[in-house]
T-cell receptor, first 116, second 109 residues
Framework: DAGVTQSPTHLIKTRGQQVTLRCSPK?????VSWYQQALGQGPQFIFQ???????QRGNFPDRFSGHQFPNYSSELNVNALLLGDSALYLC???????????????FGPGTRLTVL | GQNIDQPTEMTATEGAIVQINCTYQ??????LFWYQQHAGEAPTFLSY??LDGLEEKGRFSSFLSRSKGYSYLLLKELQMKDSASYLC??????????WGAGTKLIIKP
């Protein structure tokens, strides 16, 4: 059973460019959450997708957008990249996230984005 | 506002016991998670508490006091591989995970 997968592993972009990151959830999971983790910090919630719709959103500008496909995989898009967008981007999958208090999120290995 | 506090860094000796504390203030409460994160890797789940008390899982235990907004992670018989960051996260009333900045644990021989 494959866990959560993300691609690419590493990415280098320049300011102003656009980037797309991809995530495939763990088998049986229908909810995908995206996080940004700066060096030495905890993850910051970007948004969560369920049934192909954005269900919740953290405090991130509209430059950050996403999509979920019918097979539950997801993409994170960031436009007009800034130097401050350099971080580890983590995808986490779960199921029935808001149907019970306990639902563990399984994390992918992350995509390390560097903006020059 | 929502806030989670953990010590930035702790040092302990191989074979010893260490307690990592976490205090939280969140809008609503639907449980508290502890995750372990090795440098450059994704967080991995360690424990979950939603009721007061101690949950034991092998060498790791986690405690919760909801009235005090307080939790701790207890690691026994420390091994060098336990050197990592330990993240405390609570699930708020919107079922959103709010994360602390993590505690970097350094294990010395």
């Amino acid at each position: 059973d494959a866990g959560v997968t993300q691609s690419p592993t590493h990415l280098i972009k320049t300011r102003g460019q656009q980037v797309t990151l991809r995530c495939s959830p763990k088998s049986g999971h229908d909810t995908v959450s995206w996080y940004q983790q700066a060096l030495g910090q905890g993850p910051q919630f970007i948004f969560q997708y369920y049934e192909e719709e954005e269900r919740q959103r953290g405090n991130f500008p509209d430059r950050f957008s996403g999509h979920q496909f019918p097979n539950y995989s997801s993409e994170l898009n960031v436009n007009a990249l800034l130097l401050g967008d350099s971080a580890l981007y983590l995808c986490a999958s779960s199921s029935d996230w808001d149907k019970s208090s306990y639902n563990e999120q399984f994390f992918g290995p992350g995509t390390r984005l560097t903006v020059l | 506002g929502q806030n989670i506090d953990q010590p930035t860094e702790m040092t302990a000796t191989e074979g010893a016991i260490v307690q990592i504390n976490c205090t939280y203030q969140t809008s609503g409460f639907n449980g508290l998670f502890w995750y372990q994160q090795h440098a450059g890797e994704a967080p991995t789940f360690l424990s979950y508490n939603v009721l007061d008390g101690l949950e034991e899982k092998g060498r790791f235990s986690s405690f919760l006091s909801r009235s005090k907004g307080y939790s701790y992670l207890l690691l026994k018989e420390l091994q060098m591989k336990d050197s990592a960051s330990y993240l405390c996260a609570t699930k708020d009333s919107n079922y959103q995970l709010i994360w602390g900045a993590g505690t970097k644990l350094i294990i010395k021989p």
